[in-house]
């Protein structure tokens, strides 16, 4: 499966933004999905994670609370929503696939181009 990160953009804190993710190639539901982000000179670290129909959802601790993760699997989207944000979320974000819940970036496939997301002070 490929995946297509899309949605970023520049916002101040506080604000909100919604990231969407489209996949191609094969069937969707097959795949856990992730949400990633990598800020200049850091490494590529875990967002969120959603399960294959959506029924259990993951989180890093620093974004609970303040972004959920769905999707939606007749559309083959998944969605990031991030509200609160604050100048430590800039980064660039990516989906991903995998087959298991994982949050390390190894186990996925299916990295697009990422969406930049920049929050102002």
């Known amino acids: 499966v490929q995946l297509q990160a899309s949605g970023g953009g520049l916002v101040q804190a506080g604000g909100s933004l919604r990231l969407s993710c489209a996949a191609s190639g094969r069937v969707f539901s097959d795949y856990v999905l992730g949400w990633f982000r990598q800020a200049p000179g850091k490494e590529r670290e875990f967002v969120a994670a959603v399960s294959r129909y959506g029924a259990a959802t993951y989180y890093r601790d620093s974004v609970k609370g303040r972004f959920t993760i769905s999707r939606d699997n007749a559309k083959n989207t998944v969605y990031l929503h991030m509200n609160s944000l604050k100048p430590e979320d800039t980064a660039v974000y990516y989906c991903?696939?995998?087959?298991?819940?994982?949050?390390?970036?190894?186990?996925?496939?299916?990295w697009g181009q990422g969406t930049q997301v920049t929050v102002s002070s």
């Open positions: 991903a696939a995998t087959t298991v819940i994982s949050q390390t970036p190894a186990r996925y496939s299916g």
